[in-house]
T-cell receptor
Framework: DTGVSQDPRHKITKRGQNVTFRCDPI?????LYWYRQTLGQGPEFLTY????????KSRLLSDRFSAERPKGSFSTLEIQRTEQGDSAMYLC???????????????FGPGTRLLVL | GNSVTQMEGPVTLSEEAFLTINCTYT??????LFWYVQYPGEGLQLLLK?????DKGSNKGFEATYRKETTSFHLEKGSVQVSDSAVYFC???????????FGQGTRLTINP
């Protein structure tokens, strides 16, 4: 059983460039989440998918950010026209079908660390 | 709104010392509570969880009890090891919501 994987693990880019990150969830997990973690802070929610549908987006997800999960499996997070303030760790997580009476856990990948110069 | 407040770090202890990391929360609904751990260079790993009041989560010698009356979920371990050095995050999720809300994290360093 493989865990959540993310690619690349590190990305350095220049301000104004576009970047794209990929997340592969645990197989058979139908929910996928993106979080952002800045230095010294806890992760903050960005968005989540149930299968291929994007069901919630945080106000943190500006118009320069777009996330997709076209076939309900892997997901991509794209940042256009990167800014220095986008420098952070981008975390992906997945979970199986949500049943409140058996609260399911989100399983996190290793993250993609982005540095915008 | 929903929020989690953790004990300020960093925390430095000697091996075999007793550990407590305080966590309190504010929630608009009924939360489940979690402790996640982040070892250097790695992603977040679930350490333990509790889904209702008075539940005790435990794993690897760590424990935390869901206290609704004090809105707390303090993490404890009786005898820490050098390998416990990491950043610990308290988090909640509200019934019907999908996002985890995290505290700011507490960096723990254990000296031999």
């Amino acid at each position: 059983d493989t865990g959540v994987s993310q690619d690349p693990r590190h990305k350095i880019t220049k301000r104004g460039q576009n970047v794209t990150f990929r997340c592969d969830p645990i197989s058979e997990h139908n929910r996928l989440y993106w979080y952002r973690q800045t230095l010294g802070q806890g992760p903050e929610f960005l968005t989540y998918f149930q299968n291929e549908a994007q069901l919630e987006k945080s106000r943190l997800l500006s118009d320069r950010f777009s996330a997709e999960r076209p076939k309900g499996s892997f997901s991509t997070l794209e940042i256009q026209r990167t800014e220095q303030g986008d420098s952070a760790m981008y975390l992906c997580a997945s979970s199986p079908s949500f049943l409140w009476d058996r609260q399911e856990t989100q399983y996190f990948g290793p993250g993609t660390r982005l540095l915008v110069l | 709104g929903n929020s989690v407040t953790q004990m300020e770090g960093p925390v430095t202890l000697s091996e075999e010392a007793f550990l407590t990391i305080n966590c309190t929360y504010t929630a608009t609904g009924y939360p489940s509570l979690f402790w996640y751990v982040q070892y250097p260079g790695e992603g977040l790993q679930l350490l333990l969880k509790a889904t209702k009041a008075d539940d005790k989560g435990s794993n690897k010698g760590f424990e935390a009890t869901y206290r609704k009356e004090t809105t707390s979920f303090h993490l404890e371990k009786g005898s820490v090891q050098v390998s416990d050095s990491a950043v610990y995050f308290c988090a909640l999720i509200i019934q019907g919501a999908q996002k985890l809300v995290f505290g700011q994290g507490t960096r723990l360093t254990i000296n031999p």
